[in-house]
């Protein structure tokens, strides 16, 4: 896509000659983590193995393009379980569903794979035996994001707002427990490392005994650890990815506290000149549901004249398929 193209889209004022675009250094990791290529290959299985359709509740992952293109092979993407034709194939999707979702499936005859990501199960595993031993349950995550709605289902507990910025203040506004009640702090998977540890401490300052775990998983902390890393050596960071990914807005948000400006953008048609005036260096990251090839089109539309691959973590991480695909 050019240039041209992206001006016309995007309405800037800037033009391809404003732009003097040096360099592309590019984030290591980025794109899919391993509950994203499972989630993935769920489907693109079932799709192959017994025809379309095949329903999905809720998007599979968190990213237009990946959506799309399991349309295009036969998937469906609904919201509710009741838009299932009864007796068909659904897939559940990477975020998790509550308890109430599998009921109804059941009711409708439906054949469920389950595609939650392993790590976010073990979340909900943590909030069933917590539970049971008494313990009064906290849940620090986005209120209304898909994973904490199926999270929240699996025991009683309280959430603690994570998008909210004064969710440490919510601690001490909205908990009336004594001091002395057994807590314990679970987190959803896909948050901010620095919010998260603010949020975690101000429970522990309410209730010091508090047994907490910190549920964020090495892919989103990964790929927060390598923009910070790159946001000090570059002008502007985009960062590839939908707006409703959790872990994606994370990004940007971690580049904007370390002084970078930065955008979070779906792809090359996204892009404003505007931002890149007086940019010589480009960081370009990507969310844990993006697509390589996205990132390689924003790349190809910037049109640097070298690219630099910034080394972070190495991640070997993979997840087997459901025993029903095994």
Same mark, same amino acid.
């Given at each position: 896509?050019?240039?041209?193209?992206?001006? !016309?889209?995007?309405?800037?004022?800037?033009?391809?000659?404003?732009?003097?675009?040096?360099?592309?250094?590019?984030? !290591?990791?980025?794109?899919?983590?391993?509950?994203?290529?499972?989630?993935?290959?769920?489907?693109?299985?079932?799709? +192959?193995?017994?025809?379309?359709?095949?329903?999905?509740?809720?998007?599979? @992952?968190?990213?237009? /393009?990946?959506? $799309?293109?399991?349309?295009?092979?036969? =998937?469906?993407?609904?919201?509710?379980?009741? +838009?299932?034709?009864?007796?068909?194939?659904?897939?559940? !999707?990477?975020?998790? !569903?509550?308890?109430?979702?599998?009921?109804?499936?059941? +009711?409708?005859?439906?054949?469920?794979?389950?595609?939650?990501?392993?790590? @976010?199960? &073990?979340?909900?595993?943590?909030?069933?035996? /917590?539970?049971?031993?008494?313990?009064?349950?906290?849940?620090?995550?986005?209120?209304?994001?898909?994973?904490?709605?199926?999270?929240?289902?699996?025991?009683?507990?309280?959430?603690?707002?994570?998008?909210?910025?004064?969710?440490?203040?919510?601690?001490?506004?909205?908990?009336?427990?004594?001091?002395?009640?057994?807590?314990?702090?679970?987190?959803?998977?896909?948050?901010?490392?620095?919010?998260?540890?603010?949020?975690?401490?101000?429970?522990?300052?309410?209730?010091?005994?508090?047994? @907490? &775990?910190?549920?964020?998983?090495?892919?989103?902390?990964?790929?927060?650890?390598?923009?910070?890393?790159?946001?000090?050596?570059?002008?502007?960071?985009?960062?590839?990815?939908?707006?409703?990914?959790?872990?994606?807005?994370?990004?940007?948000?971690? $580049?904007?506290?370390?002084?970078?400006?930065?955008?979070?953008?779906?792809?090359?048609?996204?892009?404003?000149?505007?931002?890149?005036?007086?940019?010589?260096?480009?960081?370009?990251?990507?969310? =844990?549901?993006?697509?390589?090839?996205?990132? %390689?089109?924003?790349?190809? =539309?910037? &049109?640097?004249?070298?690219?630099?691959?910034? %080394?972070?973590?190495?991640?070997?991480?993979?997840?087997?398929?459901?025993? %029903?695909?095994?």
């Amino acid at each position: 896509m050019s240039f041209e193209k992206l001006t !016309s889209l995007r309405g800037s004022c800037a033009t391809r000659e404003d732009i003097n675009m040096v360099e592309v250094i590019l984030s !290591s990791p980025r794109g899919f983590c391993a509950g994203v290529v499972r989630a993935i290959d769920v489907v693109e299985e079932c799709l +192959e193995r017994f025809g379309p359709p095949v329903y999905v509740k809720h998007q599979i @992952v968190h990213n237009p /393009y990946v959506v $799309a293109e399991l349309e295009r092979k036969g =998937a469906i993407t609904v919201e509710e379980v009741d +838009e299932v034709p009864e007796g068909s194939l659904v897939v559940f !999707s990477a975020h998790g !569903s509550p308890p109430e979702d599998f009921e109804r499936a059941n +009711e409708r005859n439906l054949r469920v794979i389950d595609a939650v990501c392993p790590l @976010v199960t &073990r979340v909900h595993n943590e909030a069933k035996k /917590y539970h049971r031993e008494g313990k009064r349950v906290l849940l620090v995550g986005h209120q209304g994001h898909q994973e904490v709605r199926g999270t929240m289902g699996q025991a009683p507990m309280t959430l603690i707002n994570d998008a909210s910025p004064l969710a440490e203040q919510d601690v001490s506004a909205d908990i009336e427990w004594p001091a002395d009640t057994e807590v314990a702090v679970i987190t959803q998977t896909t948050l901010s490392v620095g919010d998260t540890a603010n949020a975690i401490g101000a429970i522990q300052d309410r209730f010091p005994d508090a047994v @907490v &775990r910190n549920d964020i998983c090495y892919a989103t902390t990964n790929r927060q650890d390598a923009v910070t890393k790159m946001a000090g050596l570059v002008d502007v960071v985009l960062v590839i990815g939908a707006q409703n990914s959790s872990n994606c807005n994370r990004l940007r948000e971690v $580049a904007e506290a370390n002084g970078t400006p930065a955008y979070l953008i779906n792809g090359p048609d996204e892009i404003n000149l505007d931002w890149l005036v007086g940019c010589r260096r480009a960081g370009i990251t990507s969310g =844990a549901s993006t697509p390589e090839v996205l990132v %390689e089109a924003v790349i190809e =539309a910037l &049109r640097p004249e070298r690219v630099t691959f910034l %080394e972070g973590a190495e991640e070997d991480i993979t997840f087997t398929l459901p025993r %029903e695909l095994r």
